[in-house]
Structure formats: structure tokens, C-alpha cells
């Protein structure tokens, strides 16, 4: 190596002050700019790896980042309950989602346990949740194999638990701007929130890594290069020379300036030795980099570790009389200047290279090394905090002047974080662009850069993207989104609907039924009366619809309107209008109507609701009356309780009101009008099938024996007394069809199918629907009462209905249509042929001589 003999030899410039290691640091600017030794600001206790975990393998960051494919081989940390649990999971068919699954309710239990004054703590919440999932995953893993479901599930959980983990990072200062001032001492907004992306990445590896430095065997012991040591002493003792050219000296440069290599099994301890400190660096512990150097017997390497810290004199500014001992490198810009050379120089090992390169913000040769996302993220934000903190002190002249030796690309480089995920995108290396589109890393990246706009287009881009999301990301996705909403932040209300939509969605497909209300409770007022009454029409379950309701009225939600938005939506889903009864109609019921008759039981589960369910199967049994769907009719109007009316009357009543809103009254005489009606058409049928029974007349056998005779004898008794009695019963059903039906025809006050109160909200719909009922029902049953007088023989009461139906009392020739009072004329026709033909005059009257 070509050294400027001006300047003190590298790696002696490295350790200006090896005999005081121990220096105090400074407590505000070198915390930023620290690689280790820092407060953890995370309270997640790192895992254990196993004294097992090889860091030689070319691909070291697979061992320190997890994903679908590859994973830690780390099993200590593992309770026995933990490996009974996951025994079990394997039974699954999906163990993964099995385990997982839990996350649902759970997260919606942290959801509803945290007030919005408690929103760090909600996501403290969320990150223990899920690491401890990954902490279950790991050991089915580790049993089902790398290639399992489960693993993917595991990697899913563990980006999400990082992601959590950012966020309560980068959001956390703005609880206080006293905090701010204090903790992250009153250095700019982008300073810090670098920083703070990089304790993230460095919290994630040390999380990953454990304490794998205390189990790490090397060929040496306490002394560095023993191997090297001892053959040179060996040689001087022998006075021979060496088959393979060694160093001659073992100063910390002697490799490098001579030339020569180190003994081999030192080579080795010196390549795992730099690999294991790096990825130490990377996980932000330094310290214990520099501690794992003095047990390697390398003190003067834990010394090159040590230049970073800024200088500081106490005694200059206290004036106090006793001396304090002064804090950082003197020599820092020229620490950091000898730190980018070694970075440069190509003959040392990449992860040298790499470690100095870290410390002096060179960061071609750390790229060199990183392989991963996470990787390449940590080494560009460590270089833009170096960077911009470097600027701020030249800027201010406290700068040594070495730092000018630096190049111009590391004093002229503007970097920015929109600047750096740019770059990312611009990797030459494969994972990496297929990482940078993974969707837990793009939502890493819109955080770090505080673009919620372009957080949310995304959101909206998979959203309508064909592939469906996996289940945990929308979980995440709805969380993250509520969390923003809770610290007021601003952000599209439209995308926040429609995560919050997919998500219940998503609950309602895996029957979260438990789920469902807290979330919808979350949408706008409107929207989740129509989201919820959604869910409901789903519900099949006659024994989860109060459970249901129960869990609406906890999230607050309105449940009148939504179980009136069920019954309304259900009853009107098909077009069918009114009919009239000439029209060959199908009457039986269908599934479609068994589902209307069915949704009227959400309007019954709370007595308040009584007028409202009057009101909807009042509707419903119009249009099954309409339709002549009689038994679909009666099945509506079974289910209404028989007390409701008292019920509905001693609500108002218990309000201090002494008559009933138009409304209700209305409503309370249409189920009147319907109930005479369906008692009407219950009465004709009943008459109709005893009409269509009568006893058959016996055929008598030929009277040619005595014992014939009487058999016939008594065989005609029978019939007699049979048709007698068959008689008895028409007669008395002949009446109860008649009052039944007049009963309809001559309804109180007004007339069938007509309001009292006229002062009610003017509802057009239900005005037509009665209006049409009147025209189909009433001319309906005049024919039928009129088939039933003339086939019981009562002309002349046939022939008295034609007076109501003409009085202008009743009017009830309006509702008939020109062809239907020609028809029912003609049937009168008969009546009076009848009348004719027993000797009396067309109107049944005897005929005067």
C-alpha cells in the first residue's frame, strides 16, 4: 500500500488513543451518529440463535432475514410449550393460517383496549402480537420444512412485526415536543427520521443475530495471529526458511505492506472474524464488535472502532476548578479520512472494507456486501446520516480540516430518502428489485418518506388488482390505516373506505362473525348502516342473528336502521310488480319468498322494533297477496307477535303520548285489513275443500236375496246420515265464508286497504301498492262469495250482494274493472235464470197473481 509518509501510518491513525478506550461519550450528537452502543428504543427482547449459527456461508444475510424460502435454523429459544403447540399445528392442513388465524381477534382486542391517547402502546401491541406468531411459525418451520404454507405465513408476520416496529419509531416523537427537544437533541426532521430508519434496521438484525458472537470458536486464543506467532518462532529457534512465504512482522499492517500472508489457520480466524464483526456493525453493536476484537486478542482493531465519537472538552466551558475527562477523537477527520482509504483499498477483505466503510460513509464497498432490501436501505441511510451530520459541522467550522481529503462525491452528495428508494430501484441486483416490490417493503418505504398520498394509491392499485390480497397484509393494511385516523392525520377518506370494506369482507368470507361490528363501526355513519345490514342478510344461523345485533349495539352502531335496511332490501330484490289475478301465476313458495318470510325475525329480537316490524311484513304480505301467494302471506303474518299492537300502544303510551303517530296507526289497520282478508281466503278454502267432499251416493246391489236387501237398506242409511251431516257442516261453513268475506268488503271506517289518518308521511309507494290491492283483491273475493252462494242454492243472497257492491255507501264498483262487472253481471244472469226456473221472480220474490 502506497502511503503518503505526511500522514500517521492507517491503521495507527485508526487507534489515536488505544490506552483510553474507556472514554466517556458524549451524551447528545454521538448517539446519532453512534453504530452501537446506543438505549435500545425498542422494548422486544432479542431471540437466542443457537451456538450453531454458521456466518461463514457466502449468503450471510438469509441468515439474518427471513423469508418464504430461508430461514434461521433457531430452535433454543423454543418453550416446551411452544414445541407441544407446534407438534399439534402440524395436523393441520395449513398449519401456518391455523396459528396464525388467532391474529383476527386479537388485534381487534388491542384495537378496542387502547384509547386513542394510548396509540404507541396499541402498536407496541401489535408488534408483540406478531412476533410472537412468528415465534410459533418458527418451530412448525423448523418441523414442516422451508418450502411449507407455514413459512410463508411466518415471513408474512415477521415484515409485518418490522413494520410495526417502524412505525412506532418514526411516529413516536410526536407525542411531545418536549420529547422531541430532549430525546433526539434538537437535531433537524430528516436527521432524525434517518436515524431512526436506521436503529429499525439495526433493531431487526440484532433481533435476528442474538448473541451468536459469544459462541464463536476460533483457532486462535487471546493473541492475535497465535498460529503466525508460533511459526515465526519456531523458524527463529530452527534457522530455517519457510516452504510458503509468511509476514515476518505482526504489526496490524504487516499483511498489507509486505505483502505476505498470515499462517492459514489465522487467515481463516482473520475472514470469520471480519464477516462476524460486520454483520455486529449491522446491527448496530459496536461495542460488542469491539469486544469480541480484545477476546480475539485484536485490542488495537477495537481501538479503529472507537474514532467515530465527536470530541468534546468539559473544561473548556465549565468553570469548574476539578478537571473532567475529555470525551470522542481529537483526530476524528483524520480517523475518518485513513477509514475511506482502507475502504478503498482492494486488497483487504470485503467485510474490512465494509466496516470502515460504514464509519466513513463510503458507500460503494458497503453495497459490496449487502444482498438484501433491508441490506441496501441500512447502507444508504447510514451514509445519508454521516453525510448530512458531516455537512452540519463543516458548516458550522468545527470541522477538522482532514475532512477535506475526503472525495467530492461524499462531501457534494445531496442525498435525500426520495433519493435513496430511487436508487434501490435502480439496483443492478435481482433480490433486490424483487424485494423493493414486495408489499411490506413498499409500505416501509412511503412511511420512511412520509408520502401517505402515495401509501394509499398503492393501497388502491391492490385493491383492484385481480390477485387477491393475503389475508394478514389487509389485516395490516385496516390497522395501519386506523392507526393514521387516530393521530388525526390526513388521509383519503375514499381508500380508507374501501381497505375498511375489503377487510370486513374478508372477515364475513372466513366467518369472523365476532369481528364484524367493531370494524364496520370505523366507516362512515351511512355507510356502515349499509354494510352491517350486508353482513345480516348473510347470516343464516337463527341463533347468531341476536349475537349479531348484540355486537351492533356495542360498536355503536345504528340497529333500527340496519335491521330496517335488511327487511327493505330482501323484500324488494325482485321486480315483480303487481298482478293482476286473471293473469296463470305460480302460488307456491319459493326459496326467494321463504327468505322474506325468514328476514322479518331481525325486526323481533327487540320489542322496540314492534312498529317497524308491523310496518315491513305489512309490505312484504302485499306482495305476496298481490302475487295470490296466500300461504307465503300467512307465513309472514305468523311471525308477527300477537301482543304487538298492545306493545306498540304502551311504548307511546310510556312516553307520555296518549295517541299514536299517524304511521303507526295506519300500519296497525293495514295488519287488520290483511289479517281479515287471509281469515276471508282461509274460510273459502276451508269451504271449498268440505265442497268438494261430499259423500258418494252407494250403488245397491240387484234385490234378489233378503240378506241384499238389507245391505242396501243400510248402506243408503249411512249415505243419508253422511250426507246429512256433510250438509250441517257447508251450511255452517257456507256462513262463516260469507261473514268473513263481507267482513273485507264492508271493512270499518273507510273501507279495506284504506288510511284513517291522512296526516302521516305521504308514502307513494305503499299508497299505490293498497291502491292496486283494493282493485285485485276485493273484485277476487266478490267472485268467490258470489260461487259459494250460487252453489249452496242462496240466489237471492247472490243476487243482494249486487246491491253492496253498487251502494254508494261502499262504492265498491270502483274497484271493479269494466270486463269484471260484466262477468259478475252475467253471473247474476244465472242466479236469476235459477230463481226463474223454482217459480219466482228474478229477484227471488214470490210472484204476485
Given amino acids: 500500500m502506497d502511503l503518503n509518509i505526511s500522514k500517521p501510518h492507517p491503521i495507527l491513525t485508526l487507534c489515536p488513543h488505544i490506552s483510553f478506550l474507556v472514554t466517556p461519550r458524549v451524551p447528545d450528537v454521538s448517539s446519532i451518529l453512534a453504530p452501537g452502543g446506543r438505549t435500545p428504543r425498542y422494548t422486544h427482547t432479542p431471540r437466542n440463535a443457537p451456538s450453531s449459527l454458521n456466518l461463514d456461508d457466502s449468503d450471510w444475510t438469509n441468515s439474518m432475514y427471513t423469508s418464504p424460502v430461508s430461514g434461521l435454523e433457531n430452535t433454543s429459544f423454543f418453550t416446551d410449550d411452544i414445541t407441544n403447540l407446534s407438534s399439534a399445528l402440524l395436523k393441520e392442513d395449513d398449519p401456518g393460517e391455523a396459528a396464525a388465524a388467532s391474529l383476527f381477534p386479537e388485534f381487534l382486542g388491542s384495537f378496542l383496549k387502547h384509547s386513542s391517547s394510548a396509540v404507541f402502546e396499541l402498536l407496541e401491541d401489535y408488534q408483540t402480537l406478531c412476533q410472537d406468531k412468528v415465534d410459533v411459525l418458527q418451530s412448525v418451520v423448523l418441523r414442516a420444512g422451508q418450502n411449507s404454507k407455514t413459512a410463508g405465513v411466518r415471513w408474512l408476520l415477521q415484515q409485518e412485526s418490522c413494520s410495526w416496529r417502524l412505525i412506532t419509531s418514526l411516529y413516536r416523537y410526536l407525542e411531545s415536543e ?74 496490524p499492517d504487516a499483511p498489507l505492506r509486505q505483502q505476505r500472508p498470515l499462517a492459514d489457520l489465522d487467515r481463516e480466524d482473520d475472514a470469520r472474524l471480519l464477516k462476524n464483526l460486520f454483520t455486529l456493525i449491522r446491527a448496530g453493536m459496536t461495542e460488542e464488535a469491539q469486544r469480541l476484537c480484545k477476546r480475539c486478542g485484536q485490542a488495537w482493531r477495537a481501538a479503529t472502532l472507537e474514532g467515530w465519537k465527536l470530541y468534546h472538552d468539559p473544561n473548556m466551558t465549565s468553570g469548574s476548578i476539578e478537571l473532567q475527562p475529555v470525551e470522542g477523537n481529537p483526530q476524528r477527520g483524520i480517523w475518518k479520512a485513513c477509514c475511506w482509504r482502507m475502504a478503498e483499498e482492494e486488497q483487504l477483505n470485503r467485510y474490512e472494507r465494509a466496516i470502515y466503510a460504514s464509519l466513513s460513509g463510503n458507500l460503494k464497498p458497503l453495497l459490496a456486501v449487502c444482498e438484501s432490501w433491508e441490506d441496501c436501505v441500512w447502507a444508504y441511510f447510514r451514509v445519508m446520516v454521516d453525510s448530512l451530520v458531516e455537512k452540519d459541522l463543516m458548516s458550522s467550522g468545527m470541522a477538522h480540516q482532514e475532512v477535506e481529503t475526503l472525495p467530492r462525491e461524499y462531501l457534494e452528495a445531496n442525498w435525500t430518502m426520495e433519493k435513496v428508494f430511487d436508487e434501490l430501484q435502480a439496483s443492478e441486483s435481482k433480490r433486490v428489485l424483487e424485494e423493493t416490490r414486495e408489499h411490506y417493503h413498499v409500505i416501509q418505504k412511503f412511511v420512511i418518506v412520509g408520502d401517505l398520498d402515495g401509501l394509499l394509491e398503492e393501497f388502491s392499485d391492490w385493491l383492484t388488482a385481480s390477485k387477491p390480497l393475503p389475508s394478514h397484509l389487509l389485516r395490516f393494511m385496516t390497522h395501519l390505516l386506523l392507526f393514521f385516523h387516530a393521530c388525526m392525520f390526513l388521509v383519503t377518506e375514499d381508500v380508507c373506505v374501501d381497505v375498511l370494506k375489503a377487510y370486513i369482507s374478508l372477515l364475513i368470507r372466513d366467518q369472523q362473525t365476532e369481528l364484524v361490528a367493531s370494524y364496520v363501526g370505523q366507516l362512515p355513519a351511512e355507510l356502515a348502516t349499509a354494510q352491517y345490514a350486508a353482513f345480516l342478510e348473510t347470516v343464516d344461523q337463527t341463533e347468531l342473528r341476536p349475537r349479531c345485533l348484540e355486537l351492533a349495539a356495542d360498536a355503536g352502531l345504528d340497529v333500527a336502521a340496519i335491521t330496517k335496511l335488511v327487511v327493505e332490501t330482501v323484500r324488494e330484490r325482485d321486480d315483480s310488480d303487481f298482478t293482476h289475478h286473471s293473469q296463470t301465476l305460480e302460488t307456491g313458495t319459493t326459496k326467494e319468498d321463504q327468505k322474506k318470510i325468514d328476514v322479518i325475525d331481525w325486526l323481533l329480537f327487540d320489542a322496540a322494533h314492534r312498529a317497524e316490524s308491523l310496518k315491513q311484513s305489512n309490505a312484504i304480505m302485499r306482495k305476496f297477496l298481490a302475487l295470490q301467494k296466500h300461504d307465503a302471506a300467512k307465513a309472514v303474518f305468523s311471525k308477527v307477535p300477537e301482543d304487538s299492537m298492545k306493545e306498540i300502544y304502551s311504548q307511546w303510551a310510556g312516553i307520555g303520548q296518549a295517541t299514536l303517530p299517524a304511521e303507526d296507526e295506519n300500519a296497525i289497520r293495514e295488519h287488520l285489513c290483511i289479517r281479515a282478508y287471509l281469515e276471508a281466503h282461509e274460510a273459502f278454502t276451508e269451504w271449498f275443500s268440505h265442497s268438494s267432499s261430499a259423500p258418494q251416493k252407494p250403488t245397491l246391489a240387484p234385490e234378489v236375496k233378503f240378506t241384499e236387501r238389507v245391505a242396501n237398506e243400510m248402506r243408503e242409511k249411512e249415505y243419508q246420515a253422511s250426507l246429512s251431516a256433510w250438509s250441517c257442516r257447508l251450511d255452517v261453513l257456507t256462513e262463516d265464508v260469507k261473514e268473513r268475506i263481507y267482513n273485507v268488503l264492508l271493512f270499518v271506517d273507510g273501507g279495506w286497504m284504506v288510511d284513517n289518518r291522512q296526516d302521516s308521511e305521504q308514502d307513494s309507494e305503499r299508497r299505490h301498492q293498497m291502491t292496486a290491492l283494493r282493485s285485485l283483491c276485493l273484485p277476487r273475493l266478490s267472485f268467490l262469495l258470489l260461487s259459494v252462494l250460487q252453489n249452496s242454492s242462496r240466489h237471492q243472497e247472490a243476487l243482494r250482494l249486487a246491491d253492496i257492491i253498487s251502494s254508494d255507501q261502499h262504492r265498491l264498483y270502483q274497484v271493479f274493472s269494466k270486463e269484471e262487472l260484466r262477468r259478475f253481471l252475467q253471473k247474476l244472469r244465472e242466479s236469476s235464470l235459477s230463481l226463474l226456473d223454482r217459480g219466482l221472480d228474478p229477484l227471488g220474490y214470490e210472484l204476485q197473481p
Avoid at 429499525?200 to 492475535?224: R, T
Avoid at 515465526?232 to 509468511?246: I, Q
Fill in 178 to 251: 418536549k420529547v422531541v427537544v430532549e430525546q433526539l437533541f434538537q437535531r433537524d426532521a430528516v436527521i432524525r427520521q434517518s436515524q431512526l430508519v436506521v436503529d429499525w434496521l439495526e433493531s431487526i438484525a440484532k433481533d435476528q443475530i442474538g448473541d451468536f458472537a459469544d459462541n464463536i470458536e476460533y483457532y486462535a486464543k487471546n493473541v492475535c495471529w497465535e498460529n503466525t506467532l508460533h511459526a515465526l518462532k519456531m523458524r527463529r529457534k530452527s534457522g530455517t526458511a519457510f516452504t510458503v512465504p509468511l509476514v515476518t512482522e505482526l504489526d
